[in-house]
T-cell receptor, first 112, second 115 residues
Framework: AQSVTQLGSHVSVSEGALVLLRCNYSSSVPPYLFWYVQYPNQGLQLLLKYTSAATLVKGINGFEAEFKKSETSFHLTKPSAHMSDAAEYFCAVFNAGNMLTFGGGTRLMVKP | DTEVTQTPKHLVMGMTNKKSLKCEQHMGHRAMYWYKQKAKKPPELMFVYSYEKLSINESVPSRFSPECPNSSLLNLHLHALQPEDSALYLC??????????????FGPGTRLTVL
């Protein structure tokens, strides 16, 4: 069965610092992986997706993620955090039933 | 038009009320989804419609009744809910359900409170 684990339910960074949100996947087939962001009282917005093309995926708002098969990871990064990046971030994988399975989420806090 | 809209934004209902949530998309997507999200948790899938037919029901109690009148519209009818059903209800759509590369587009959600 496909699943994802997000390490760290809360991450705090200073404005301008590197953002690193961790996601590890478990999959017996080549995975399709997604990162979504959820701002308070809003729905989920797709940041980026990996569908077995390039291993380095660039998304919106300056975010990118690298697919590493050897580490079964798909970590999300952004070189310089902005106050507006404060939100909940979800990593997700398509499971065998073609449904999205979400990780537990990571709340990103950005300090001025 | 690249968005999913949901109405109402907020809903407060008693346990004996009947209400409906509405979701609409005009992106030509043929798959639509209902999710339930409790505070500080990821979304949990409730229902999937593919080509206006219910294809997945994740063992949701019958007090939740989905309906897909046409390819652009998805409703969730609510009856005799319990306080623990209070949550954010999210609607999503994707081009096709069985294409694993298709991302899902989410609406802003309906915040439901059951008294």
């Amino acid at each position: 069965a496909q699943s994802v684990t997000q390490l760290g339910s809360h991450v705090s960074v200073s404005e301008g610092a590197l953002v690193l949100l961790r996601c590890n996947y478990s999959s017996s087939v080549p995975p399709y992986l997604f990162w979504y962001v959820q701002y308070p009282n809003q729905g989920l917005q797709l940041l980026l997706k990996y569908t077995s093309a390039a291993t380095l995926v660039k998304g919106i708002n300056g975010f990118e993620a690298e697919f590493k098969k050897s580490e079964t990871s798909f970590h999300l990064t952004k070189p310089s955090a902005h106050m507006s990046d404060a939100a909940e971030y979800f990593c997700a994988v398509f499971n065998a039933g073609n449904m999205l399975t979400f990780g537990g989420g990571t709340r990103l806090m950005v300090k001025p | 038009d690249t968005e999913v809209t949901q109405t109402p934004k907020h809903l407060v209902m008693g346990m004996t009320n009947k209400k409906s949530l509405k979701c609409e998309q005009h992106m030509g997507h043929r798959a639509m989804y209902w999710y339930k999200q409790k505070a500080k948790k990821p979304p949990e899938l409730m229902f999937v419609y593919s080509y206006e037919k219910l294809s997945i029901n994740e063992s949701v109690p019958s007090r939740f009744s989905p309906e897909c009148p046409n390819s652009s519209l998805l409703n969730l009818h609510l009856h005799a809910l319990q306080p623990e059903d209070s949550a954010l209800y999210l609607c999503a759509s994707s081009l096709l359900h069985l294409d694993r590369g298709n991302e899902q587009f989410f609406g802003p959600g309906t915040r439901l409170t059951v008294l």
